[in-house]
């Protein structure tokens, strides 16, 4: 029998890569540390069986014809997906599969970092520093404001919305959050109230989004939702750029609708919308939340597991449906 041939698109951690070689799959990795071009995806998915692919990476029906019939899953390196294209999968019968286990405490540790980091000026006041500006101690120097008391609005309490609200409760935020259906055991858990979306954008402090990005969550926040916000509110985005609209993001910021943003997704990644990077209460992070060794790791050990249960004729952990 040949053996199994897996192509993965950019290096990742060893260890789901040794898992993949263990199983004496044929596995080849792309040797360029950079986003491969459609025609080098075309080139280099020709016959093979999976396709371990990243959420740079559009996977859609182009590159499932181009590797042929051969195909049997998708194995996306992300807990996110919108970079695959699920009908034209279906149509095909390859499976898709996602990393959703992996990243939920780096990233919830991410956004809490994002909140306070906007809240008390670490940046600006970093800049301030090496600026030579600092000339002693005063008063209201970066003031801020204390975390005690105010309302976090958790939008989508799945895996990382949940982990947010962990260490939410620890910094004393009251919890307000919508979903698209309510969970009377997380009100209990963190004393969390449901609330419509626009009724959490009126009552936060700061609003913390945990949707993925799919047609319904597209400009979830828009200029809408920018005006029914407070004007000392801040918003942490960690899950998809395209949930916030972000030409109207750039707008609401100079109308002063909101206090500010930390952005660690962009709608045009990585791309930025133009003037964007100009407001001081703005922080941009290079879609790192999920960037630990811990959490890189695991992901390259899911996404293995997802293959090998599918070649080996088994229902995959993490199935898309
Ligand atoms: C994900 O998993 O979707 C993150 O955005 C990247 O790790």
């Given at each position: 029998m040949s053996k199994y041939k897996i192509f993965v698109t950019r290096k990742i951690h060893d260890s789901g890569l040794k898992m993949l070689k263990d199983q004496g799959y044929l596995v080849k990795v792309s040797p360029y540390d950079r986003v491969l071009s459609k025609k080098e995806l075309i080139k280099n998915v020709a016959g093979v069986d999976a396709i371990l692919s990243?959420?740079?990476?559009?996977?859609?029906d182009d590159i499932l014809k181009a590797a042929g019939?051969?195909?049997k899953i998708v194995a996306n390196?992300?807990?996110?997906?919108?970079?695959?294209d699920i009908e034209a999968a279906k149509k095909r019968a390859v499976v898709l599969t996602n990393t959703?286990?992996?990243?939920t405490e780096s990233v919830a540790d991410f956004a809490v970092i994002l909140m306070l980091a906007l809240d008390r000026q670490i940046t600006e006041a970093d800049k301030f520093v090496r600026a030579g500006k600092y000339n002693g101690w005063a008063p209201f120097l970066f003031a801020g404001e204390c975390l005690d008391k105010k309302t976090l609005g958790i939008v989508g309490i799945g895996r990382i919305g949940s982990a947010v609200a962990v260490r939410a409760v620890g910094f004393g935020l009251k919890i307000v959050y919508c979903n698209m259906v309510r969970d009377e055991e997380f009100e209990k858990k963190y004393n969390a109230k449901f609330l419509s979306l626009a009724d959490l954008l009126k009552v936060s402090d700061f609003v913390s989004l945990h949707v993925p990005l799919m047609p319904s969550t597209r400009?979830?926040?828009?200029s809408k939702e920018f005006k029914l916000m407070k004007k000392n509110a801040f918003l942490i985005n960690t899950a998809r750029g395209a949930v916030i609209d972000e030409k109207a993001l750039v707008v609401a910021l100079k109308k002063k609708q909101i206090a500010g943003a930390a952005l660690d997704v962009y709608e045009f990644e990585p791309k930025l919308v133009?003037?964007?990077?100009?407001?001081?209460?703005v922080i941009l992070t290079p879609h790192i939340a999920s960037s630990t060794i811990e959490t890189r790791k695991i992901m390259s050990e899911i996404a293995a597991k997802n293959i090998i249960a599918v070649l080996s004729g088994e229902v995959p952990p993490n199935l898309l449906k």
């Open positions: 990243l959420l740079t990476d559009k996977i859609d019939p051969n195909l390196y992300a807990v996110g997906f919108d970079n695959l959703p286990d992996g990243s400009h979830m926040i828009g133009s003037g964007l990077n100009k407001f001081h209460n």
